[in-house]
């Protein structure tokens, strides 16, 4: 995936099997995305390592949660000694150590961006084993901001519509600002718990940045499918699904909830 723009497509691939990685990638190959990929990853196979790096994508390794009981404690007490400033970052540095993959993974994201934002100008977060691309994520041009994307049902700010945290969009500067604060959060609850999905959603509907852009589902260019009644989807002729108004999806999400209609998809759209 050489790339001639500053976008830069962000996630996490681990304990996944070739077979579970192939249809993200081949689908972003086939929409002929061309910025970069980034992906922070652990325990792959050699053979999915070597497919990903076939592709030009810059790997990451990371180590899962290795900190239990006494062990955790243990490292959490230099940090009683430190000022509430420098025991703040020390808790969240030592916070992946123990963190479900879901929530560390922001962590490895903001050190990323921290040290590369500054090469892009947007950047997509997302999950890798249930997403397929039906055209190139930022061609539809992102508004200025960040963006997020309703499940099904409800209004952003009016009704506890779950705020989908698979696919998330935005300029370099709004996700890093939202990462900066996600993983602030997080870093202060301490839970093992895979908690991201409640923290991103308190973030966007009490504490929401300046320029933030909910889109409800089947109004924006990510379609999050897992609470979608297979009749309410709509085809275009090419056999892409649409959008309400009509308007291709780039990106789709949770595409296998649907047996039925996931290996239509994947042929399709790989």
Do not use: W
């Amino acid at each position: 995936m050489a790339s001639d723009s500053k976008k830069l497509v962000l996630g996490l691939i681990s304990e996944l099997s070739l077979e579970q990685v192939k249809p993200f990638f081949l689908s972003l190959e086939k929409c002929q995305y061309r910025g970069e990929t980034c992906m922070v990853v652990g325990n792959l196979g050699l053979a999915t390592l070597a497919f990903l790096r076939a592709r030009h994508v810059q790997l990451i390794p990371f180590q899962k949660a290795f900190l239990r009981g006494l062990s955790e404690y243990a490292a959490k007490l230099p940090g009683s000694f430190l000022s509430p400033r420098r025991r703040s970052l020390y808790d969240r540095l030592l916070a992946p150590a123990y963190m479900h993959p879901r929530c560390a993974r922001y962590f490895f994201y903001q050190s990323y961006l921290q040290e590369c934002g500054g090469a892009f100008s947007h950047v997509l977060l997302t999950d890798v084993r249930d997403v397929l691309f039906q055209a190139d994520p930022f061609a539809s041009d992102p508004p200025d901001g960040l963006s997020v994307f309703l499940e099904d049902g409800g209004q952003c700010r009016e009704t506890p519509a779950p705020v989908a945290t698979g696919v998330i969009l935005g300029t370099a500067p709004s996700i890093q600002e939202h990462l900066a604060r996600l993983t602030d959060k997080l870093g202060r609850q301490r839970d093992r718990r895979p908690v991201d999905k409640p923290a991103h959603s308190f973030l966007v509907r009490q504490n929401p940045p300046t320029k933030l852009h909910c889109f409800e589902n089947f109004a924006g260019p990510v379609l999050n499918l897992a609470n979608v009644d297979s009749s309410a989807l709509r085809f275009a002729p090419d056999g892409r699904l649409q959008g309400r108004a009509g308007q291709i999806a780039s990106v789709l999400h949770q595409y296998d909830r649907h047996t039925d209609l996931q290996p239509k998809l994947t042929a399709l759209l790989t």
